[in-house]
């Protein structure tokens, strides 16, 4: 089963900037999409960012075009998230998620097959 370590989340204050990283099973890493997902307390659980596996195709929610940057380190094994210009609404708990081989972002929104511990993200005003 592949595992999906997140790291890289904190507290930030409105107008900063965190970086959340995503480590892979290398043997899985290069096939697969990868993602993040964020879930904010009394909300469902969200679509924020997907890159498909070999890096071509990217695409974010509409709510963090612009100030989040998806990336992904194939010597590392890692997907990272870049989040500029923090605001209060971003605050949540952040899941990084990966699919099967060359699964598209539409499919991939509606459910990836794996799934990280998440990583919790406080924004202050």
């Known amino acids: 089963q592949e595992r999906l370590v997140e790291s890289g989340g904190g507290l930030a204050q409105a107008g900063g900037s965190l970086r959340l990283a995503c480590r892979a099973p290398a043997r899985q890493f290069s096939s697969s999409a990868m993602g993040w997902f964020r879930q904010a307390p009394g909300q469902e659980r969200e679509f924020v960012a997907y890159s498909k596996f070999d890096g071509s195709v990217t695409d974010y929610a509409e709510s963090v075009k612009g100030r989040f940057t998806i990336s992904r380190d194939k010597a590392a094994s890692t997907v990272y998230l870049q989040m500029n210009s923090l605001t209060p609404e971003d605050t949540a708990i952040y899941y990084c998620?990966?699919?099967?081989?060359?699964?598209?972002?539409?499919?991939?929104?509606?459910?990836?097959?794996?799934w990280g511990r998440g990583t919790q993200v406080a924004v202050s005003s």
């Open positions: 998620a990966s699919g099967f081989g060359g699964q598209g972002v539409g499919p991939f929104r509606s459910g990836p097959d794996y």
